[in-house]
């Protein structure tokens, strides 16, 4: 089982919708969550880290569900601009360092 | 933005070449790492280097040898390379605190693209 999984999409969906991807990890004692945004051909770049209550940034909304290991990022009134793969993040502090398994990321496309 | 550089951005070599990656951090961080990212895989860890110090080695060949020779430079040779290694190595920098404070945003750089003939 991989340790960071997530549906590769793409999801294709117009302007103005609202978008859901989900996220599964295998290992009980991660620590820290994070969502990532990542171009084409271009690095990642952090988009919001996952608090255990939930949090929202804006039209991003991430939730982290710690008994079922599941991670979620719903963007609202999605934009042309959100079109990018978005990248499941998961804090394994291991040995007094960090170390940050990824998703392989789910593909958006938004169209107009 | 250029809180992490890295060059050369594209890299063209034979198996036979030795080349060297180079990563800079201009962010005061004292952790860096190296991922490779390959074709429709997931970024895949191959070093960390904390307080200059290498705590992982993430069973990378040999013919990848990393140099950290302070918190703000790190290095990745490279020597007999396999067409295989070809991919997006992206450099990364955080701040890690030992007492274990989650502090432990990642940030990249841009990444060098290898392509190994």
């Known amino acids: 089982r991989k340790e960071v999984e997530q549906d590769p999409g793409p999801f294709n969906v117009p302007e103005g919708a609202t978008v859901a991807f989900n996220c599964t990890y295998s290992?009980?004692?991660?620590?820290?969550f994070f969502w990532y945004r990542q171009d084409c051909r271009k690095e990642p770049k952090l988009l919001m880290s996952?608090?255990?209550s939930g949090n929202e940034d804006g039209r991003f909304t991430a939730q982290l569900n710690r008994a079922s290991q599941y991670i979620s990022l719903l963007i609202r009134d999605s934009k042309l601009s959100d079109s990018a793969t978005y990248l499941c993040v998961v804090n394994m502090r291991s040995g007094g360092y960090n170390k940050l398994i990824f998703g392989a990321g789910t593909r958006l496309a938004v169209h107009p | 933005e250029t809180g992490v550089t890295q060059t050369p951005r594209h890299l063209v070599m034979g198996m036979t070449n030795k080349k060297s990656l180079k990563c800079e951090q201009h962010l005061g961080h004292n952790a860096m790492y190296w991922y490779k990212q390959s074709a429709k895989k997931p970024l895949e860890l191959m070093f960390v280097y904390n307080f200059k110090e290498q705590t992982e080695n993430n069973s990378v060949p040999s013919r990848f040898s990393p140099e950290c020779p302070n918190s703000s430079h790190l290095f990745l040779h490279l020597h007999t390379l396999q067409p295989e290694d070809s991919a997006l190595y992206l450099c990364?920098?955080?701040?890690?605190?030992?007492?274990?404070?989650?502090?432990?945003?990642?940030?990249f750089g841009p990444g060098t693209r290898l392509t190994v003939l």
């Open positions: 996952v608090y255990s």
């Open positions: 290992n009980s004692a991660s620590q820290s």
């Open positions: 990364a920098s955080s701040q890690d605190y030992p007492t274990g404070r989650n502090t432990d945003t990642q940030y």
